[in-house]
């Protein structure tokens, strides 16, 4: 699930996964450079590293969260200046 929403000076986005998610334990880890959940970790763990960089470099936020065994991470983004 994908969904877009505008809210005051800002656009957030939920994407929500429908796959077997992680524990609670690993919800702050899954932004470290290298993490993954996979079983072959070769080339893996980057892609939440490089989105949270970006996201952070662009002035917003990105948050985890585990509602009904799945995985929801909301990222926040300022609108540009008009």
Avoid: W, Y
Avoid at 11 to 25: C, L, P, Q, T
Avoid at 45 to 70: A, K, W
């Amino acid at each position: 699930m994908l969904s877009f929403s505008q809210k005051d000076h800002c656009v957030e986005m939920k994407i929500r996964d429908n796959g077997h998610g992680f524990s609670a334990e690993l919800k702050e880890k899954v932004f470290e450079r290298g993490f993954t959940t996979k079983t072959s970790p070769k080339n893996m763990g980057m892609g939440l590293f490089i989105v949270r960089n970006e996201v952070e470099r662009l002035n917003g936020t990105i948050e985890v969260s585990l509602p009904d065994d799945n995985t929801e991470f909301t990222v926040v983004l300022p609108l540009p200046e008009a």
